[in-house]
């Protein structure tokens, strides 16, 4: 079935380490998405990728990093610059930009910092 | 600043009934407006996209409305069940990447 795989669902990270995120889809969408969820906040954009070799920072990008090398994966790395990375991170796709396009979410990872 | 409140923060309702929530938006320019259904732990799902142009879009036992004007949207849960104890996100767009997203509204069904 056609959809959004993220991985690890759970991940504990110590303090100092980097961390990436893995995120796949098979749904042939040109457009892919991180966003950061805290509880009471809505979600909040870090980086988004419209076309493979080319991506652009969110409203919360300090801290992480991102590549697009193939179509299909949006990885996204937490690193030790996050002073809170304590969130659940989820990753999208859309066939077009998401004003337009339907929005399809993956399951979820949820990074917790010891 | 775009926002998008929503009301209210949680809700506890018996099984059978039914609820109504509320989601305000100041967001301009306005391009279209989506309902999700997060469960726990999971990723949204979409249940309602509406553009300017539409009032009302049913999804089963889900019905939205929208008041362009008064920049307004009701998510309407007829005879509620046990599955519909979730978390529902009212989302916003402005026609771009930049979506506007609610921080959501908590309904628990109990039997």
């Known amino acids: 079935d056609g959809g959004i795989t993220q991985s690890p669902k759970y991940l504990f990270r110590k303090e100092g380490q980097n961390v990436t995120l893995s995120c796949e889809q098979n749904?042939?969408?040109?457009?892919m998405y991180w966003y950061r969820q805290d509880p009471g906040q809505g979600l909040r954009l870090i980086y988004y990728?419209?076309?493979?070799?080319?991506?652009q920072k969110g409203d919360i990008a300090e801290g992480y990093s991102v590549s697009r090398e193939k179509k299909e994966s949006f990885p996204l790395t937490v690193t030790s610059a996050q002073k809170n990375p304590t969130a659940f991170y989820l990753c999208?796709?859309?066939?077009?930009?998401?004003?337009?396009?339907?929005?399809?979410f993956g399951e979820g990872s949820r990074l917790t910092v010891l | 600043k775009n926002q998008v409140e929503q009301s209210p923060q949680s809700l506890i309702i018996l099984e059978g009934k039914n609820c109504t929530l509320q989601?305000?938006?100041?967001?301009?320019?306005?391009?279209?407006l989506r309902w999700y259904k997060q469960d726990t732990g999971r990723g949204p799902v979409s249940l309602t996209i509406?553009?300017?142009?539409?009032n009302t879009k049913s999804n089963g036992r889900y019905t939205a409305t929208l008041d362009a004007d008064t920049k307004q949207s009701s998510l309407h849960i007829t005879a509620s069940q046990l599955s519909d104890s979730a978390s529902y996100i009212c989302?916003?767009?402005?026609?771009?990447?930049?979506?506007?997203f609610g921080a959501g509204t908590t309904v628990t069904v109990r039997a």
């Open positions: 749904l042939n969408h040109d457009a």
């Open positions: 509406m553009t300017f142009s539409e």
């Open positions: 989601c305000n938006y100041t967001v301009s320019p306005f391009s279209n």
């Open positions: 989302v916003v767009s402005p026609n771009d990447y930049k979506l506007s």
């Open positions: 990728s419209q076309i493979v070799n080319d991506f």
């Open positions: 999208a796709s859309s066939i077009g930009r998401t004003g337009t396009g339907e929005l399809f």
